[in-house]
Nanobody, 128 residues
Framework: QVQLVESGGGLVQAGGSLRLSCAATGTIFSINAVAWYRQAPGKQRELVAGVTNGGRTNYADSVKGRFTISRDNAKNTVYLQMNSLKPGDTAVYYC??????????????????????WGRGTQVTVSS
């Protein structure tokens, strides 16, 4: 049983920065990958950034060079540092986590399939 709670969202002007946090609570025996997804009104959910327990990262092309995902396993927390924000970044941002999977599960579509545990989301609004 794992619960994820996002925080740090808000309203910011274009060019500004925000840092999102996701705290995991509950019975946590083992967590492998963690990720951030987002969904804008009228659009499909998309992966923003993901990282495996081994440190491999995967970023959406639209955020490369601007966003950074990191994790603090001692605090059971994952972060998303967002710099140079654009109005197109406006969305609800969701934290997700996954337990260990068989080796063959980690293919090129791993993050696209979604992870097991999800938070309720935090709103990020970027104004012009």
């Amino acid at each position: 049983q794992v619960q994820l709670v996002e925080s740090g969202g808000g309203l910011v002007q274009a060019g500004g920065s925000l840092r999102l946090s996701c705290a995991a609570t509950g019975t946590i025996f083992s967590i492998n990958a963690v990720a951030w997804y987002r969904q804008a009104p009228g659009k499909q959910r998309e992966l923003v950034a993901g990282v495996t327990n081994g440190g491999r990262t995967n970023y959406a092309d639209s955020v490369k060079g601007r966003f950074t995902i990191s994790r603090d396993n001692a605090k059971n927390t994952v972060y998303l540092q967002m710099n140079s924000l654009k109005p197109g970044d406006t969305a609800v941002y969701y934290c997700a986590a996954d337990p260990p999977r068989p080796p063959e599960y980690y293919d090129g579509s791993y993050f696209d399939r979604g992870l097991e545990y999800w938070g309720r989301g935090t709103q990020v609004t970027v104004s012009s």
